[in-house]
């Protein structure tokens, strides 16, 4: 039996897997992220000084806990919120152990990326509709997530490859996944084979993924 034909029957099974894996983090991950981290970017710039519902002090607030959660690093995050993750989902490990920990990552990010987002619109577009009686939601459905369509599509593209690169690390709760497979096989057990073929997956996956985004991006800028 051939080095080739060994490892398609031995490995790549185990590889398959793993993708599958990485897919159902990242896709919970970011599922559960957006619906967080975009009406948080939205209530960030709602409440900022001058806008619609400003609130200095809810503001602030926001802004802290934004920027703390931010500040930690996803390998620290991930062992430091273990007992909420437990109580959350019954488990610290496995793959429901890794999805609370990279929701929890990636919401904060996700809120700025949107909070940049917006502020590029243009505030005296935001102030024309203002004026005319429009109410404040249909201005951040209609206007502000309208007009920032483009840079809203290239921060989540951001959000998800950061997400690709959190799941390698959530391997160390057990959750699985490429990042799980190059360590344990690639590097435990010296498979060089097994951990060029992970990281030609996970280059291949960022690219496409950007690739898509960058492309969606120009499509709504032109429209």
Same mark, same amino acid.
């Given at each position: 039996?051939?080095?080739?034909? /060994? $490892? ?15 897919? /159902? ?5 970011? *599922? ?9 970017? +939205?209530? *960030? ?33 991930? $062992? ?19 999805? +609370?920990?990279?929701?929890? !990552? ?19 577009? +935001?102030? %024309? ?8 939601? !249909?201005?951040?459905? #209609? ?10 599509? *290239? ?22 996944? *490429? ?5 344990? $096989?690639? #590097? ?11 990281? $030609? ?15 969606? %991006? ?6």
């Amino acid at each position: 039996m051939s080095d080739i034909q /060994q $490892f398609i029957e031995g490995r790549l099974p185990i590889i398959w897997e793993s993708v599958v894996q990485t897919f /159902q983090m990242v896709s919970v991950s970011l *599922l559960f992220s957006v619906l967080l981290g975009l009406p948080l970017g +939205v209530l *960030l710039i709602l409440t900022r000084p001058g806008n619609a519902l400003e609130n200095r002090g809810v503001y602030q607030v926001l802004n802290v806990v934004v920027n703390i959660i931010r500040s930690i690093p996803f390998i620290i995050l991930l $062992f430091f919120i273990l007992p909420f993750t437990k109580l959350l989902v019954g488990t610290s490990i496995g793959i429901k152990g890794a999805i +609370v920990p990279l929701i929890v !990552h990636a919401v904060p990010n996700i809120a700025r990326l949107m909070e940049s987002a917006l502020l590029e619109v243009d505030s005296g577009v +935001v102030e %024309a509709y203002r004026s005319m009686g429009i109410r404040t939601r !249909h201005i951040i459905w #209609h206007v502000l997530l309208r007009e920032a369509r483009p840079s809203i599509i *290239l921060g989540l593209t951001i959000a998800l490859i950061t997400l690709i690169g959190g799941t390698a690390m959530a391997g160390l709760v057990g959750a699985g996944g *490429l990042g799980d497979l190059a360590y344990r $096989f690639g #590097h435990l057990r010296y498979e060089v084979d097994v951990m060029y073929v992970t990281v $030609f997956i996970l280059i291949l996956l960022v690219q496409c993924i950007q690739t898509i985004g960058n492309k969606l %991006a120009a499509k709504y800028k032109k429209g």
